[in-house]
């Protein structure tokens, strides 16, 4: 196993090209993002996302899992449903710490069809943001539960440890069945005054 101290917040180059060159392998790794360390393996990788779950605990058809995005502009070539206004939505969220529910597209591989909707994420942490761009794929990934950071960094091939966290929740946003019927189900990080236009449209939408 590979651990890698990035506690000064500066990406070392050394340490994300080893994270990427296991995350190509078909490994799984260890990584800080803007709320919490999580575990994680490319998202076309079948084996290594059965091994995440194994080490959740969870079956694959549960929702703790989300997908990271390399950058915004990848969203349409994984999520269904993404239409120009909802497009311009998700650029004035991401990067920052909201999870976008929505329909997978046809790019997201079988084995995570498990669920009708998926959570996609785009980071604005920078070491993530680093490691996605070099990597150039999405990353699925699932938290590390608080505490539990030295049990998981024991299981998996490479770590990047930013030492502690600021910790807290995304604010996840439902747009898996339009902006008409936007719902957010969880108040997190992000402020949700940009959505407030189109919690009122989906409140005139449910009341018609």
Request: hydrophobic share 40%; proline share 8%.
């Amino acid at each position: 196993m590979g651990r890698w101290d990035v506690s000064n917040g500066i990406p070392h180059k050394r340490a994300i090209q080893r994270v990427v060159q296991a995350l190509r392998e078909g490994k799984v790794v260890l990584y800080p993002t803007d709320t919490s360390y999580a575990i994680g393996c490319t998202v076309a990788s079948r084996e290594p996302f059965e091994r995440v779950c194994q080490m959740r605990g969870v079956r694959p058809e549960k929702s703790l899992f989300s997908i990271f995005l390399p950058e915004v502009g990848a969203i349409g070539q994984y999520a269904l449903g993404v239409d120009t206004p909802t497009y311009r939505l998700v650029r004035r969220l991401w990067p920052g710490p909201y999870t976008i529910i929505l329909r997978p597209g046809p790019a997201i591989p079988r084995h995570l069809w498990h669920r009708r909707t998926v959570g996609f994420r785009v980071s604005e942490y920078p070491l993530l943001r680093n490691l996605l761009a070099e990597l150039g794929e999405p990353i699925v990934t699932a938290g590390v539960p608080e505490g539990q950071f030295e049990r998981y960094a024991s299981q998996v091939e490479e770590v990047l440890d930013a030492g502690p966290l600021s910790g807290g929740r995304t604010t996840v946003i439902d747009l898996s069945n339009g902006l008409a019927r936007l719902r957010v189900l969880r108040v997190g990080l992000g402020s949700i005054a940009e959505l407030e236009p189109f919690l009122a449209l989906s409140e005139s939408f449910q009341e018609a």
